[in-house]
């Protein structure tokens, strides 16, 4: 963290009580850490939002393993985007639902494509693609490039 600075902001007494509210129940010990968590998340949003940032995320499915061909779909479609795929995890909620995890990272833009591909699978009951920014501490990474390759084990032939 850098050089704190003071601000002074003006807010309603009603939409102040209402936040003291909030984080108290969030757990957080003051308003100045609730602010900038606010912050960083209105930040993260925007530099996820640029198609070319490079993003870091989950894809959270709930589906039907019963549902016909639904996990041939979901392997197949993983395997397609498997530059995209990080880490997966797979557990049993009950008789009939699963729960599938995966962790990505890429362009937001290829990533949120992706994340709306399994979400759109017939089968799947629900799903949620959450995406943030490796680090805050730059400006916005649109257009970062390493000069140098990473050797990333889990990944075969990159």
């Known amino acids: 963290m850098g050089e704190l600075s003071r601000i002074g902001i003006a807010l309603d007494s009603d939409l102040l009580k209402r936040f003291d509210r909030s984080i108290e129940k969030s757990g957080y010990t003051n308003r100045s850490e609730a602010f900038r968590d606010l912050i960083r998340d209105r930040l993260v949003r925007e530099q996820t939002a640029a198609p070319g940032a490079t993003v870091v995320g989950t894809v959270t499915l709930i ?3 019963h549902a016909s061909g639904i996990t041939e779909k979901l392997t197949e479609v993983q395997h ?3 530059d995209l795929v990080v880490s997966t995890s797979h557990a049993h909620l009950d008789h009939d639902s699963c729960l599938e995890v995966l962790i990505v990272h890429g ?3 290829r990533v949120q494509h ?3 591909i399994l979400i759109g699978l017939k ?3 629900h799903g949620r ?3 943030t ?3 805050l501490d730059a400006e916005p990474i649109l257009a970062h490039s390493h000069s140098h390759t990473h050797e990333h084990p889990h990944k075969p032939g990159r």
Do not use: N, R, T
Request: aromatic share 10%; proline share 5%; hydrophobic share 40%.
């Open 63 to 65: 589906f039907d393993h």
């Open 80 to 82: 397609e985007h498997h």
């Open 107 to 109: 362009k937001a833009e």
């Open 114 to 116: 992706f994340g709306d």
């Open 123 to 125: 089968g799947v009951q």
């Open 129 to 131: 693609l959450v995406m």
């Open 133 to 135: 920014v490796p680090s």
